[in-house]
């Protein structure tokens, strides 16, 4: 006993003279694969070596890691390139993508990762995310309060571990760049298994409201143009457990409360709701754009609230990106896109950088047509795909989305200018065009009244859709 005392006390002895040094002479580091690095505070150099500020070259230029369509001070159909698009880096899938999948384990090791979920590497990630966006030029970033900041045992530690990093977020933003978005993470901890707003337990309830005024709070601190409320388990499994009714006042509450909330800490921003079908939840409440806006509208709130599209979900609830864009602008509610999509053959949310030209053009379509997004923009909720896992291939990855979205942008500009398409539609519905088109558009025509002119006019003529002569307009934009 005495030998194994004597062991310990040694062991002991040299761990703490170990700590001493690591104290007395921290470590110094550069992004290098290997290095051993603890404190990000110390590490020195470039998270990226080797990759310089990215620069727009045309659509000629071979290089990898330069722009080909995304010229941002280029101005097209009366604003900068810049203006229309308001990317956005996702840093949850940016710094903390893993590449883990339902079926494996993570294959991602970034050099400046060092395996842990402390503060320390929180900050550092933090400063890699904005070296890493002015590298990327852009301007804007998201975030969840739980991917920038570890979970503490408490919440009053949960907010002291934000504070912290947010406090270095606003350091390193300086004067130009801003949150396009920051949200609070009510999905991924045990709590939240039945929900948040939506929980069965009150307890979760208050914790979630809580959560969500903190992360509205540093949102508004560092300048965020938007708040987006993504409810991933906010719906049901089975409704024979379910008050579906009750859960629903529940969520409207929650929401009633965070418009409050923003008016009182004067957060100008918008308040954004994310809709989504299902996965991780069965089903989720705010299934597609219209069953959000309808619950908007139920509850008076389509005065508080706008909806962040994310292409993945729309396809993941039967619709096109697209339709869901319509959906959302004509009902005068969208605010921001998560510009992403998944893949036809997979079934769940694999959230893929966005690289289809024609699916592109569609998106601009709408956004031109919106007259743009602002406060809001296009964040990339994407990241890499498993098997990808070199740091330049986050730039390629973000270079190539920008670009799509950016050749889109151009494609617009060509049908607009070409006006085929526009005079197309406008041909289809031009009988709507005459007195009896506009009574009816009006309101002015009773059932009487075209029951009259029905008899008047006779078996109606029924000119062709042209679909066909659509596509083809379209495709030759492109």
Known sequence: MKMKAGKIFLLLLCLNVITIGVIANPPTCDANLGEDCSDSSEWQGEFFPGIP??????????????????NKEEEILGKKMKDWMRFSVAFWHTFRGSGSDPFGAPTKFWPWEDGTNSVAMAKRRMKANFEFINKLGVDWWCFHDRDIAPDGKTLEESNANLDEVVALAKELQGTKIRPLWGTAQLFMHPRFMHGGATSSELGVYVYSAAQVKKAMEVTHYLGGENY?????????????????????????????????????????????????????????????????ANFLRKYGLEG??????????????????????ETARLNGMLGNIDANTGDPQI?????????????????????????????????FDAKLRRESTDVEDLFIAHISGMDTLARGLRNVAKLTEDGSLAELVRKRYESFDSELGAQIEAGKADFDMLEKKAFE???????????ELAEMIFQSAL
């Not at 918008?270 to 597609?288: A, G, N, R, S, V």
């Not at 950088?353 to 602002?374: C, H, P």
């Open 53 to 70: 500020k990215i620069k727009y070259e045309g659509p000629s230029s071979k290089n990898p890691l330069a722009y080909k369509w995304y």
């Open 228 to 292: 987006v409320f993504w409810g991933g388990r906010e719906g049901y499994q089975t409704l024979l457990n379910t008050d579906m009714g009750r859960e629903l006042d529940h969520m409207a509450r929650f929401f009633e409360s965070a418009a409050a909330y923003k008016k009182k800490i004067g957060f100008n921003g918008t308040l954004l709701i994310e809709p989504k079908p299902q996965e991780p939840t069965k089903h989720q409440y705010d299934w597609d754009a219209a069953t959000a």
């Open 347 to 379: 079934g769940w949310d694999t959230d893929q950088f966005l690289t289809d030209i024609g699916e592109a053009t569609l998106v601009m379509l709408s956004v031109v047509r919106n007259g743009g997004l602002a406060p809001g923009g296009f964040n």
């Open 304 to 325: 508080e609230f706008k909806l962040n599209i994310e292409c993945n979900h729309a396809t993941l609830s039967g619709h096109s990106c697209h339709h869901e864009l």
């Open 457 to 467: 006019l006779g078996e109606p003529k029924v000119a062709s859709a042209k679909q």
